[in-house]
């Protein structure tokens, strides 16, 4: 499974990270894994999963974290998180 992820601000991406994720896990394990690797990647904290994430999740395999997502501030629009691979 690779998932990307996408930090924007302003229409315009400022950096991106693939997370690989090749091992046995369940599909949810991996999800969670790979987004606590981009938060490392990227030194933010573990954004919050609300119910509209959720739902765009799995309607979509896409999702955006927002400022609402985050405790901390944030220094971007949003991070995306989509799944390119499974």
Known sequence: ?????????ENRMLRDFVA???NDDTRTHKIFHALEQACYEFDLSRPLWLDSNIAEFKRHAKTRFSSDNFVDSIAFDYLEMQIIEE
Do not use: A, G, H, P
């Open 20 to 22: 690989c994720e090749e």
């Open 1 to 9: 499974m690779r998932i990307w992820f996408k930090e924007w601000k």
